[in-house]
T-cell receptor
Framework: GAVVSQHPSRVICKSGTSVKIECRSLDFQATTMFWYRQFPKQSLMLMATSNEGSKATYEQGVEKDKFLINHASLTLSTLTVTSAHPEDSSFYIC?????????????FGPGTRLLVL | QKEVEQNSGPLSVPEGAIASLNCTYSDRGSQSFFWYRQYSGKSPELIMSIYSNGDKEDGRFTAQLNKASQYVSLLIRDSQPSDSATYLCAVNYGQNFVFGPGTRLSVLP
């Protein structure tokens, strides 16, 4: 149990374009989803927390207009990086926690590697 | 500010030895504690959870929790080169879930 998927696993895009990353909980209902960013050899950095059906809560320093998060259902959250620039190149990881014994911890997706040229 | 601290390492141990990873946290009200393993270039995976004082064993892994001293540790027995990874300690504070910076473990063959 507790499987979280992410799509795509890797994306390369041109500067100025927008990229959407999907995060799905496959076998449980994710009441809360988290989005992280990780640069090489650095720690996980929490970007935002989203609860199903409500607006995401962003961490300090994360631009909400640049990183759009939607958590419209109990199994799907999306992160859209708008007008991506090379400095947005990073490893984006989602995690989820939810109902039915899955509320205590976070289960991570496999991550999406974004390269902006 | 709720904090979780770990020694960043690297911690190097020879193959077959016991690796000991430590973590301290700031809030006595914490109830849930977790260890994740993250291989280079991959996302974290949950390996242990512990909720009450004492030891919890799962295969070669033992998590230890001491709420009075506010620390949680992870012991890896018979360490293997495949255990080389970054180990993240995480604490569920109820409204917040906080990760430590991770300790990089290197098991030398």
């Amino acid at each position: 149990g507790a499987v979280v998927s992410q799509h795509p696993s890797r994306v390369i895009c041109k500067s100025g374009t927008s990229v959407k990353i999907e995060c799905r909980s496959l076998d449980f209902q994710a009441t809360t989803m988290f989005w992280y960013r990780q640069f090489p050899k650095q720690s996980l950095m929490l970007m935002a927390t989203s609860n199903e059906g409500s607006k995401a809560t962003y961490e300090q320093g994360v631009e909400k207009d640049k990183f759009l998060i939607n958590h419209a259902s109990l199994t799907l959250s999306t992160l859209t990086v708008t007008s991506a620039h090379p400095e947005d190149s990073s490893f984006y990881i989602c995690s989820a926690s939810g109902r039915g014994g899955y509320q205590e911890t976070q289960y991570f997706g496999p991550g999406t590697r974004l390269l902006v040229l | 500010q709720k904090e979780v601290e770990q020694n960043s390492g690297p911690l190097s141990v020879p193959e077959g030895a016991i690796a000991s990873l430590n973590c301290t946290y700031s809030d006595r009200g914490s109830q849930s504690f977790f260890w994740y393993r993250q291989y280079s270039g991959k996302s974290p995976e949950l390996i242990m959870s512990i909720y009450s004082n004492g030891d919890k064993e799962d295969g070669r892994f033992t998590a230890q929790l001491n709420k009075a001293s506010q620390y949680v540790s992870l012991l890896i027995r018979d360490s293997q080169p495949s255990d080389s990874a970054t180990y993240l300690c995480a604490v569920n504070y109820g409204q917040n879930f906080v990760f430590g910076p991770g300790t990089r473990l290197s098991v030398l063959p």
